[in-house]
């Protein structure tokens, strides 16, 4: 439930990859991610073909720290759960190291550490990415993305309450 938002989310502009870089076509992987919602054995599926790509560009790098989140959704066993957790946090700094400036990798961790519990440890950077992502708002730094992506995000950071007040008058411009 609770990932559903962040995969929605976080899929929307998967077409802004290199079509070079990917082994499918876009809208195939897209509707895949959005059934691998409820459905393990896709996001299984969806992370072994994705882990093929040689040489992934940082959002996809980004896509699969958050296919590791979702396998932690699915699994039964707590130690599994935090080891996805965990290896999901790796993935998506990684990314965020390769495209620092990249407001949807940014999204993505934000999403994760969002919905995972703070005690467990692994909700660092969600201030750090949190101003990133309204400093890219600020100075209209979108990328590729297109606009409804940009409202969702918006959306999702308005609806986290992890924002000020200056924060949410900059981000309801585009919700």
Not at 65 to 77: F, I, R, V
Not at 81 to 87: E, S
């Amino acid at each position: 439930m609770k990932f559903q938002l962040l995969i929605y989310l976080s899929l929307i502009t998967l077409s802004a990859f290199a079509m070079s870089d990917f082994p499918a076509d876009p809208s195939k992987i897209k509707k895949a991610m959005l059934r691998a919602i409820e459905n393990p054995r896709i996001t299984d599926s969806l992370y072994s073909e994705l882990k093929l790509i040689k040489s992934p560009a940082p959002v996809v790098v980004a896509y699969l720290g958050t296919l590791e989140a979702l396998k932690a959704k699915y699994s039964w066993n707590p130690y599994n759960k935090i080891a996805y957790v965990a290896r999901s946090q790796k993935t998506l700094e990684k990314a965020v190291k390769e495209d620092p400036l990249n407001l949807e990798i940014r999204f993505m961790r934000f999403s994760v550490q969002h919905y995972t519990p703070a005690f467990l440890g692994f909700s660092k950077e969600l201030i750090e990415d949190r101003k990133m992502i309204i400093k890219q708002y600020a100075q209209k730094n979108f990328g590729k993305l297109d606009n409804e992506t940009l409202k969702n995000i918006a959306e999702f950071l308005i609806f986290s309450k992890r924002c000020s007040s200056p924060e949410i008058k900059i981000l309801k411009k585009y919700s």
